[in-house]
């Protein structure tokens, strides 16, 4: 089995499993994820859409995502690598709304896409002052600690669980 076989337990799909499962833990908090460009609702991704990915999602996981990475199906692993944890989470219901992270007319010309994420979550809470507490989902390669002059670094915490996915990943490839 090697590294590119989907039955090999790669870091990409186990972290997108691991932030799919966390983000059970804080479904109460805004989520916020740089891999799309405009807000979604269940609504918006759903049979009504131009791209149902609610039935996608039912057929590839009936019971739901498993509780263990292990009994993940290939298809499984590939629906969460296609869309990710923050996604999956959505549209499983588990979360009613999805922000973006990057407005849609700069997330593909965002020079500086970790500045741009935060710029995005700065303008939320600027909306909603009440709110004290985000979630952003940022692809691993990103660094925010560039950014300490935004944002206070205690305020960021990644879940240990995950920051063992990312090192996994460092020796699988």
Not at 69 to 85: A, D, N, R, S, Y
Not at 107 to 118: I, N, P, S, T, V
Request: glycine share 6%; with cysteine; proline share 6%.
């Amino acid at each position: 089995m090697t590294k590119r076989d989907p039955m090999y337990p790669g870091p990409v799909a186990l972290s997108q499993f691991m932030i799919s499962h966390h983000l059970d833990k804080l479904s109460d908090l805004p989520v916020f994820s740089d891999s799309i460009e405009q807000d979604l609702t269940l609504e918006d991704v759903g049979a009504d859409s131009e791209n149902d990915r609610v039935e996608k999602y039912i057929e590839t996981f009936p019971n739901g995502v498993p509780e263990l990475f292990g009994q993940l199906t290939v298809p499984q692993k590939e629906v969460l690598i296609e869309e990710g944890g923050a996604m999956i989470a959505l549209l499983s219901g588990r979360l009613t709304t999805l922000y973006t992270a990057i407005n849609g007319s700069e997330h593909e010309k965002a020079f500086d896409h970790e500045r741009e994420a935060l710029n995005g979550i700065n303008a939320y809470f600027t909306l909603y002052p009440e709110v004290k507490t985000v979630v952003l989902v940022l692809g691993a390669r990103f660094d925010l600690t560039r950014h300490w002059d935004q944002f206070n670094p205690e305020c960021i915490e990644t879940p240990a669980e995950i920051k063992g996915a990312h090192r996994a990943r460092e020796f699988a490839n």
